[in-house]
């Protein structure tokens, strides 16, 4: 055969090839699976909550955090978001799926490629015979080299979409893993600031034990003071004793759950302990949203929540999974060939004479292992229906916390308005109670049960406006706010960046979002 006709071959097979590989690829192609739908939260204008605070009119805002108008807490949520280490986990993943979606692009061209070239020299056994013919005795040559330089490859040609269906997937694991990250960042700034109200209240509630104590020895030091001078009996001052002890017990405990609560917000903001008193000082209020709290609809949720987004793509990826698995059924075609040089001893070896090629076809069908393919089907197929089962799970949870933390929020409001009257209440009673004892009309007993009941109303207090506000962090993260700041920046600090570039060629992978694979 001419080179000439084997060119002309080789181009009517490549020609043969790409219009198989515009097939339709094999398996399901994904569809956003069904899940419930909400017209409208019930909170929003329940009856039964009265003036909840609660508006659909507008949307919700980017960084809620900032409601509260509390520097510190937007100094907090900032510091989290550079240097928490479970996000750059997170962020990390986000390039790995990048790489694994070059490399599930680089399996739609030849997947075996190789540029090689040797140069050989082989000594044969002087004991062997020469070769014999019929007409003379051939003398055997015992020592020659050969050269070669030479292009490999080798294609299996996508007939069925194994190789797109791959690529599929692995555009839906980028989105995927970016969606993780989202999900991630909205944990984190949710944790960030439950934790800070967390710490803002434990100061409050030892404030109030110490403000108390300093009540306690008061009345402890006049019941001290009337046992004296006669006019009482032991028993007021054991009893006065045994109060101002038991609120003074209350301090350590305090200062640990503070001091604990401190530790956990310096994992999250990847500091170590000894920072956050320079954070956070010695005292604070518990920081409060302005009354009117944005919503926005129900049908909004789906797109806000990363969660909701992660579990769809999930599925997705699940799904081209399936179309991979269902590939296997059928024969693979592959194409392979090789162009080179070749000479005996290297003096001819770039003449032109001195050209060799190989052009091969071929079809490989693992059809004795039909039964081991189907079954590979069927699992891949019920693994894509549990994640469509966990997609529609997570719609319904997603709205379940949100209604949960609306009712939450709605409700702690109240409470707040009747602990406010209560502590005013008790503070009066436990100021005649103390007059009145001193004035011989009461006795000590008036004293303790309404010094021990202001101590209550003033931890219920501060429970209530604690609740209020972590309520209103809990709306606010089950809405799926907060990972928007992420959008045009990076998803590893620019340190972290600059170590993988030096360490590894990353290209342009290290850049936002190069594919557009997100769905945000």
Known sequence: MTRARLHRRLIGTA?????????????PDFVRPNSPVVKEWIEVNSPSVGPSGLTSRSAPVVKWWETFNDPTLNKLVAEAYAQNLDLQVAGARVLQARAQLGIAFGELYPQSQAIGGSIERRQISDNLGPIADVNRIIPLDTEFSTSQVGFDAQWELDVWGQQRRGVQAARSNLALQVANYDDALVTLTGDVAALYVNIRALQESLAVARENIQLQQASADLTQLRFDNGVTTELDVQESTALLNNTKALVPEIESDLQQAKNALAVLLGATPSRMTSLLGNSGRIPSARSNVAVGVPAELLRRRPDVRAAELAAATQSAQVGIAIADLYPQFILSGSI?????GG?????????????????????????RIKNNVRAQDAAYQALIANYQNTVLTAYSEVESAMVAYAQSRKQVGFYENSVTASRKAAQIAVDQYRDGIADYSRILNTQTALLRSQANLIE???????????????????????????????????EMAY??????????????????
């Open 347 to 371: 003096r001819d070896l770039f003449s032109a004479a001195s050209t060799t090629s190989l052009a091969n076809a071929g079809v490989v069908w693992n059809v004795l292992n039909y039964g």
């Open 15 to 27: 020609l043969c090839a790409a219009l198989l590989v515009g097939c339709t690829p094999v398996g």
């Open 340 to 344: 080179g040089l070749q000479a005996s």
């Open 464 to 498: 209530a406006r604690q609740q209020v506000s972590s309520n209103l962090v809990a709306v606010y993260k089950g809405l799926g706010g907060g990972w928007q700041i992420r959008q045009n920046q990076e998803f590893l600090p620019e340190t972290v960046l600059a």
């Open 503 to 520: 360490r590894t060629d990353w290209g342009d992978l290290l850049q936002q979002d190069p594919t557009g694979a997100s769905l945000n």
